[in-house]
C-alpha cells in the first residue's frame, strides 16, 4: 500500500514553509518537494505565489498534519486549496515528484 499524500496549496513561501514546519510536528509525516506556480492572476492575489507542500505518510498521520499546517495558514495569509489522497496510483505518485523549484 502507498502512503497517503496531503496536498496544501498556500499564498507565499514564508507561508508554506511555516505551514510544513506546523504539520511535521503534529504528526509522523515526511514532505516531499514544494511546488510553486505564479497564475495568470498573480498581481490580484494577496500574495503573488502559490506554494503547495506535500505531506506523505499513513492516513491518519497526514490528517493531522493537515490539520496543524491548515491552521497556520489560515493565520499567516490563508489557503488556496488543500486535499487529502488516501492511496494515490502509480501515475499520481510520479506527479507527486515534480517540482517548478527544480528548474531554472
Known amino acids: 500500500m502507498r502512503e497517503a499524500v496531503g496536498i496544501l496549496e498556500v499564498y507565499g513561501l514564508v507561508c508554506a514553509f511555516l505551514a510544513a514546519d506546523a504539520g511535521c510536528k503534529a504528526a509522523n509525516v515526511r514532505l516531499e518537494n514544494f511546488d510553486k506556480n ?10 503573488p505565489l502559490l506554494v503547495t507542500i506535500k505531506f506523505r505518510g499513513g492516513v491518519a498521520d497526514v490528517e493531522m ?11 499567516v495569509s490563508g489557503i488556496v486549496q488543500q486535499h487529502i489522497i488516501p492511496n494515490p496510483t502509480a501515475d499520481t505518485e510520479k506527479m507527486l515528484h515534480l517540482s517548478a523549484f527544480d528548474k531554472s
Request: hydrophobic share 55%; aromatic share 0%.
Open 38 to 47: 505564479k497564475p495568470a492572476n498573480a498581481d490580484s492575489l494577496p500574495i
Open 65 to 75: 498534519a493537515m490539520a496543524a499546517a491548515e491552521e497556520v495558514a489560515a493565520r
